[in-house]
């Protein structure tokens, strides 16, 4: 069982910054792929990014490539997503999921663990 718990959401003009990071209890965190996806109002559930279980593959949705990175600190049981240059259409509630594989994907469905969410609103 992973338990996941994202913070770090919020308020922020066009053009700033945010860091999302997901909390992850349990033992087998260090073993799974992670991802992070977003749901806008009224949308379905959008992929954002992946990462492998050791950090060092990692794929993104065209729409925020070059723009967010994702990251993980396997001895914190910790997963990360820097976000820069942020824009209107990026608000969304922001979730962390995991999967018990090396190597995630953009499918939602492909996902065991997911988190409660958190809120990243952009102001124009």
């Known amino acids: 069982q992973v338990q996941l718990v994202e913070s770090g959401g919020g308020l922020v003009q066009a053009g700033g910054s945010l860091r999302l990071s997901c909390a992850a209890s349990g033992r087998t965190f260090s073993s799974s792929a992670m991802g992070w996806f977003r749901q806008a109002p009224g949308k379905g559930r959008e992929f954002v990014a992946t990462?492998?279980?050791?950090?060092?593959?990692?794929d993104y949705a065209d729409s925020v490539k070059g723009r967010f990175t994702i990251s993980r600190d396997n001895a914190k049981n910790t997963l990360y997503l820097q976000m820069n240059s942020l824009k209107p259409e990026d608000t969304a509630v922001y979730y962390c999921?995991?999967?018990?594989?090396?190597?995630?994907?953009?499918?939602?469905?492909?996902?065991?663990?997911w988190g409660q969410g958190t809120q990243v609103t952009v102001s124009s």
């Open positions: 990462i492998n279980w050791t950090g060092s593959s990692t």
């Open positions: 999921a995991a999967v018990s594989a090396k190597y995630g994907s953009s499918w939602s469905g492909g996902y065991n663990y």
